[in-house]
């Protein structure tokens, strides 16, 4: 794949480029296909409305769901959070109770938690990392108690590119009583996902981290969670029946996907799904490890580079974040941008890792099999070029 004029494209974490057989199913469907889902008689609509429900049957083959019925449609893995937190927390937190997060959660899988253990008046517990960026398994343990509802995580820290084995973590927090929603978005790309094998009871993703189209994501939820669940979106769609004064509402998944759907979107997302599995996990891990290997060898012949989270290659899910000394992130970034390297500085909704990390910002570099070994050789000329003008 061709990214983007021949720029150095390492700003994976944010999104993924699309290729060519991702855009020819939208394109397909905007000029040959474009009607409603669910609500057609006529012969088109129903093509169409099979092709859609074809995908969520692939996204609960793709993730292991047990029942294609525990797949919801969002508009992206923020969407999906805040469902869980709004839909499932708010009716069952009350005050006392608590939800576990860690400090280096996305701000989509803070901010939500925040308000909603403000209205309900739950408390809200973070758990510190070590020094490698991992979750710290004694703290957690500590952490957990009867008072304990819900324990929100990453898979894949979109900072540090740390991976979190969640099959002890799931033990920890189902003996507890509570329940586990895992935020996927940033590991969906990189290594694949069994929600039954890490016993998941929600998971959330993007479309757009997958190599598929912005504003389409998955909430993946255990079927009798997604039952005690509320929509917190209502209108056409979602409903069984409606009176002047009261309504009732379809079961999972539909009761959560009030209106018409991004339905190119969803189709996009099929088409990135096939994507992936011809290129295959295998190939992907091969690819991203010797990415990563080869970033951070480099990164490490540079005396001013500091490197963020473990010091071992292969802990780093296609994610490396660095600062070089007493230059701001923002500098590095715009310098590697004139040199034709695209990477991505700031806090990346993650203020309170950067608080915990002891720095505002930092440089981070995140690649896809798509990368080739000289991007990131462009990328380390122009970190040299960094230390040699500011430093």
């Known amino acids: 794949m061709t990214v983007y004029n021949q720029l150095a494209y390492l700003d994976n974490a944010a999104t993924t480029p699309m290729p060519d057989a991702v855009l020819e199913v939208i394109d397909n469907y905007y000029q040959k296909q474009k009607v409603n889902v669910h609500r057609g008689m006529y012969m088109l609509a129903n093509e169409v409305t099979q092709q859609y429900e074809q995908v969520r049957q692939q996204v609960a083959d793709f993730i292991h769901a047990p029942d294609v019925a525990d797949i919801v449609f969002t508009s992206g893995a923020t969407d999906a959070l805040n469902l869980v937190a709004f839909g499932y927390g708010m009716t069952h937190l009350h005050a006392g109770d608590e939800i576990i997060i860690s400090v280096m959660e996305h701000h989509s899988n803070l901010v939500p938690w925040q308000q909603v253990a403000k209205i309900t008046g739950s408390k809200l517990r973070v758990v510190d990392i070590t020094t490698d960026g991992r979750i710290d398994m004694i703290s957690l343990q500590k952490m957990l108690n009867k008072h304990t509802k819900i324990v929100s995580l990453t898979l894949v820290s979109n900072v540090l590119g740390t991976y979190t084995d969640m099959h002890p973590i799931a033990k920890l927090v189902h003996e507890a009583g509570a329940v586990l929603l895992v935020d996927a978005a940033q590991a969906v790309a990189h290594i694949p996902i069994d929600v039954q094998a890490i016993e998941a009871d929600f998971l959330a993703f993007s479309g757009h981290k997958m190599f598929g189209p912005t504003g389409v994501g998955v909430l993946y939820g255990r079927a009798d969670l997604l039952a005690e669940t509320n929509p917190t979106r209502f209108g056409g769609e979602m409903i069984d029946q409606v009176t002047k004064t009261t309504a009732t509402f379809q079961p999972a998944p539909l009761k959560f996907e009030a209106g018409t759907p991004n339905i190119a979107g969803v189709l996009g997302l099929g088409a990135a799904i096939k994507y992936i599995y011809q290129k295959s996990y295998q190939t992907i891990a091969q690819i991203d490890h010797e990415l990563i290997d080869h970033l951070m060898t480099g990164l490490a012949q540079i005396p001013a580079v500091t490197v963020y989270g473990s010091p ?60 080739k070994l000289s991007e990131i050789d462009k990328l380390l000329a122009g970190v040299r070029q960094v230390k040699e003008l500011l430093t």
């Open 312 to 371: 071992i290659a292969s802990d780093h899910q296609g994610v490396v974040s660095f600062n070089v000394d007493n230059v701001h992130a923002h500098d590095v970034a715009t310098i590697l941008d004139s040199a034709g390297v695209a990477v991505r500085s700031g806090h990346h909704c993650a203020e309170p890792l950067m608080h915990f990390l002891g720095t505002e910002s930092v440089v981070r570099v995140s690649v896809s099999f798509e990368n």
